[in-house]
Nanobody
């Protein structure tokens, strides 16, 4: 059974950086996509960044392009989300997910397995 465990959340001031980690069991060989999503209170879950585990192509939401970077370390079965120039609007619970759906790398419907989430709070 594939399991995903996120870590690295916490509080940071606006303009700061944070790196999230997603440790998985075997997903790099089984799933096409590994992605990061976020959900703020009262808002829908939003696809933030994703990586195609076979081609290493990356995908980003417009709201984070140029500030966030997703990367993978296959030897460690870990995917990272480096978040720079953080804004208060980035405050949310961040989830790691893995899947092979056909709805695109930033669509939640493409993902079968989800982590428990890690909270990121950006203060102004």
């Amino acid at each position: 059974q594939v399991q995903l465990v996120e870590s690295g959340g916490g509080s940071v001031q606006a303009g700061g950086s944070r790196r999230l980690s997603c440790a998985g069991s075997g997903y790099t060989s089984r799933w096409r996509w590994v992605g990061w999503f976020r959900q703020a209170p009262g808002k829908e879950r939003e696809g933030v960044a994703a990586v195609d585990t076979s081609s290493t192509s990356t995908y980003y939401a417009d709201s984070v392009k140029g500030r966030f970077a997703i990367s993978q370390d296959n030897a460690k079965n870990t995917v990272y989300l480096q978040m720079n120039s953080l804004k208060p609007d980035d405050t949310a619970t961040y989830y790691c997910a893995a899947g092979s759906g056909v709805w695109g790398p930033l669509a939640a419907a493409s993902y079968m397995t989800w982590g428990q989430g890690t909270q990121v709070t950006v203060s102004s």
